[in-house]
């Protein structure tokens, strides 16, 4: 591997995309420690502080790991780039629902860029208001936040704009890192931010004062659980497919033999992300009201929101698998092609098949990402030691770090260098 990294370093081209994607990430860095104007930091730290203590701060907490702490700093990236992920699971969703937004991705290029186009455009939507209600709830209930001398709405207005601002321009420096550096921008500035909250959670788990059985407990969690994302990330089940030869003249043509790749975990992270937005909202309405009962029923160590999490988790990996992968229209495209599954007749049965499959592969992949997102909870209860969502930040991170690799690998096998991982050689007998 160390080759490898070295190697990399030789290739100019690839050498200028690693250094340019370490200079934004610095700049992404330095942005988290930029504060909304007029913001009181001290009044803010405390209020952010009380919200953990009294179990109101899940959602807080929850989109402060994707922002890598910029919501606990109030900065101009609190909302990261949360709105366009917003966006995009809305347009992608809508898809399967408006036949126009479906033709236009089938568009090619063209079709895929004003797609792009409109996910931007509902992004500024999405995060004009996001920015509103975070800025305008927090100063209702915290007014002490607002510094000495400002006016509320003054206040609200600025924050609101800083925070659009913060998320379109991390937009921008994210489709600079996908055109000139390393991997897709977006994916790699949430890697960024959830990465940097690792060194927290290792202070948190000395000051928990585990003992020698404890770190035993949590060091085996950390590599299974990496080893499994790695796993799941990269299994698949191939459904063969043949196409059938023909003959012009003295050329045959076709008979050539492909494959579906069905993946076990199709859905990625999307799943985890709707169940904990929803499954929050309860608790967050309960705290607001102060309906003690409903408070504690959502309390997020109680059995039943673990049991309502995890079911929510697993209805959206098949809800989520359904809108992305559509087994009559694959079914149609293979039969326009000429292609045949052996041994399943072409039309109706061959969309069952396919639907089975997927079926079968999905239901492996939802019980993997209730795993996941239960992960957190079986582990504080173990070492006592509170890790928010470390297995959903877990499976962004190692998911991010595959396709990065790959994309340095395809330099390097490019150029004729060895990649990350070293090929067996087949000796020949003389």
């Known amino acids: 591997m160390w080759k490898a990294l070295r190697n990399a370093f030789k290739i100019p081209e690839l050498r200028g995309r690693i250094l340019f994607t370490i200079a934004v990430l610095i700049v992404f860095r330095l942005g988290i420690y930029v504060p909304i104007p007029g913001i009181n930091l001290q009044a803010w730290g405390e209020a952010f502080k009380r919200f953990g203590e009294s179990g109101a701060g899940g959602i807080l907490s929850f989109y402060d790991v994707f922002t890598g702490g910029a919501l606990r700093n109030f900065s101009i990236f609190a909302m990261s780039v949360t709105p366009y992920i917003n966006a995009s699971i809305i347009l992608q969703l809508l898809s399967s629902v408006m036949p126009k937004l479906k033709e236009m991705l089938r568009?090619?290029?063209?079709?895929?860029?004003?797609f792009a186009r409109y996910t931007r455009n509902l992004t500024v939507i999405l995060g004009g208001f996001q920015s509103f209600i975070v800025s305008f709830s927090l100063v209702s209930q915290n007014p002490?936040?607002?510094a000495y001398g400002l006016n509320s709405w003054t206040f609200?207005?600025?924050?609101?704009l800083s925070m659009l601002a913060g998320t379109m321009f991390l937009l921008w420096i994210g489709d600079r890192i996908t055109e000139k550096g390393i991997g897709n921008g977006i994916s790699v500035l949430i890697f960024a931010g959830i990465v940097a909250r690792y060194p927290s959670y290792f202070g948190q788990a000395l000051l928990g004062r585990l003992n020698v059985f404890g770190w035993i407990f949590?060091?085996?969690i950390a590599v299974v659980t990496v080893a499994g994302i790695i796993f799941v990330q990269q299994a698949e089940r191939r459904i063969t497919i043949q196409?059938?030869?023909r003959v012009s003249g003295r050329r045959v043509y076709g008979g050539a033999s492909t494959h579906i790749p069905v993946k076990v975990n199709q859905s990625g992270v999307i799943p985890i992300i709707f169940a904990s937005a929803i499954v929050m909202i309860p608790g967050a309405i309960a705290q607001m009201a102060g309906w003690e009962t409903l408070?504690?029923?959502?309390?997020s160590g109680s059995m039943f929101y673990m049991v309502l999490y995890g079911t929510m988790v697993f209805f959206f990996t098949y809800f989520y698998s359904m809108v992305i992968f559509d087994p009559h229209d694959i079914s149609e495209n293979v039969r326009k092609y000429g292609g045949f599954i052996p041994g399943i007749r072409p039309g109706r049965p061959t969309e069952q098949h396919i639907q089975r499959v997927a079926s079968r592969v999905t239901f492996m992949g939802a019980v993997f990402l209730v795993v996941i997102a239960l992960l957190?909870?079986?582990v504080q209860g173990v070492t006592k030691v509170n890790i928010i969502i470390g297995g959903t930040s877990t499976l962004i991170a190692v998911g991010v770090a595959l396709d990065v690799v790959q994309q340095m690998e395809a330099h390097l096998i490019m150029r004729h260098y060895e990649g990350f991982v070293k090929k067996g050689r087949i000796k020949?007998?003389?």
């Not at 568009?107 to 004003?114: A, D, L, V």
């Not at 609200?156 to 609101?160: A, N």
């Open 295 to 299: 408070q504690r029923l959502f309390n």
């Open 243 to 245: 196409y059938a030869s």
């Open 376 to 378: 957190p909870y079986i």
């Open 428 to 430: 020949g007998r003389r």
């Open 144 to 146: 002490d936040i607002v």
């Open 156 to 160: 609200i207005m600025v924050s609101t």
């Open 107 to 114: 568009e090619g290029e063209q079709g895929r860029k004003k």
């Open 218 to 220: 949590l060091l085996a």
